[in-house]
């Protein structure tokens, strides 16, 4: 596949990495390794990776696996079955990049532990993705992205002042994936320096306590824990979402005093109440969050969704809409490419970064195994 940019060329042509991965944080790192001309070989248990089974909502296939697997090759191996632990073995004596987000001290046992690996190949990159790191008592812990919201201290303070809330997304996951690109994107550039490779570990409380630092910071400032305050800010006034007359919800954001004076005037039609007694301050407006947000509530109450945008607008006030789905779907601003599927083609949000102005093609989503016949040939001598 040729850059977007029309180069020719990817970054990652010529890198080999070996993934010994499921479910979501490790095959969001390779992904975007593949994505980059990576060439990744995803190995497999024969009933495929557990993630593949999550939902069937893509023509049969499930959402996460389309998702975060395209442009990589299937292998279905044992690493239990000596004949294919010396398969592996081969293609990492080749890689560039080794993976693996198994139990914890299952690669060890298996003979792919990342030490002996380092030892034996100076230049490989080992990626080990845990769920708490490791040498303490959360170590042998199982760790899916729920529980880590929740250990991590997110789910408390996510959600209304009723409880906490789980977050929509598998945001640990997602967020260790993300480190553990970065660290190996700076391992691959460290080895043009010095010729060696790295022993990496990311864990997704790790990934998530690192989001966590303000809450936590704060915290440790101030005695007082963030709270709960659902669509609002817990320390910005107002920032939060009100209903319009024709039931729409518009989220504002007021960050300083000059927008809190040009969201008096031109959306609420007072100018002089930026300036009144319980107003005049966010740290007034905090304390009197109540009247203020009511004030605030009133005004879009008579206003419809388009005529609450056009004085938003017009007033330079930060402003979103609380979204379904559905909206999503047709928004102006999603982008979205085509990959191949063993199911047909499937339409999935495109990458975030632009190349050149452009989203790189991504290669096809593969079927369970469908690379073995290939990869055992090549590398199986």
Same mark, same amino acid.
């Given at each position: ?177 993300? !480190? /553990?690109?970065? =660290?190996? #994107?700076?391992?691959?550039? &460290?080895? *043009? +320096? ?102 605030? !509530? /009133?005004?879009? =109450?008579? #206003?419809?969704?388009?005529? &609450?945008? *056009? +004085? ?70």
């Amino acid at each position: 596949m040729t850059d977007a940019g029309g180069s020719g060329a990817r970054p990652l042509d010529g890198i080999t990495v070996l993934a010994l991965e499921q479910a979501v944080a490790a095959p969001y790192c390779s992904s975007r390794l593949a994505d980059a001309g990576a060439r990744v070989i995803k190995v497999e248990r024969p009933e495929g990776d557990f993630a593949r089974g999550y939902d069937a909502a893509v023509g049969g296939l499930s959402s996460y696996f389309v998702w975060l697997n395209r442009g990589k090759e299937s292998l279905v191996a044992d690493i239990k079955d000596p004949a294919d632990v010396r398969l592996l073995h081969a293609i990492l004596a080749e890689a560039d990049v080794f993976i693996q987000n198994l139990a914890p001290g299952a690669a060890e046992r298996a003979g792919f532990g990342s030490e002996a690996l380092r030892a034996a190949h100076p230049r490989l990159i080992t990626l080990d993705i845990t769920g708490y790191g490791s040498g303490h008592a959360y170590a042998q812990m199982k760790a899916y992205d729920l529980l880590v919201q929740a250990e991590s201290g997110l789910a408390a303070i996510t959600g209304h002042p009723a409880g906490p809330g789980r977050v929509g997304v598998s945001a640990c996951d997602i967020a260790c994936g993300m !480190a /553990a690109h970065a =660290a190996v #994107l700076e391992a691959l550039i &460290a080895r *043009e +320096r010095t010729g060696r490779g790295s022993r990496l570990s990311v864990s997704l409380f790790d990934g998530m306590a690192d989001w966590m630092n303000v809450p936590l910071l704060y915290y440790e400032g101030t005695g007082r824990a963030p709270q709960r305050v659902g669509l609002a800010h817990p320390s910005i006034c107002p920032y939060g979402a009100f209903r319009t007359a024709d039931d729409g919800l518009v989220l504002i954001a007021i960050q300083n005093e000059r927008e809190w004076a040009a969201f008096c005037a031109g959306v609420l039609g007072e100018p002089d109440l930026a300036t009144r007694a319980g107003y005049q301050s966010n740290t007034v407006r905090v304390a009197n969050r109540p009247e203020v947000d009511a004030r605030v !509530a /009133a005004a879009f =109450a008579g #206003l419809t969704r388009d005529a &609450a945008a *056009e +004085r938003l607008r017009a007033s330079g006030t930060a402003y979103g809409f609380v979204n379904e789905l559905a909206d999503l779907v047709t928004h102006p601003a999603l982008r979205r490419v085509s990959v191949e599927t063993p199911a047909g083609s499937a339409r999935i949000v495109a990458p975030p970064a632009l190349i050149d102005g452009s989203s790189r093609p991504l290669g096809p989503v593969p079927a369970i195994g469908a690379q073995s016949d290939a990869i055992r040939a090549e590398f199986g001598r």
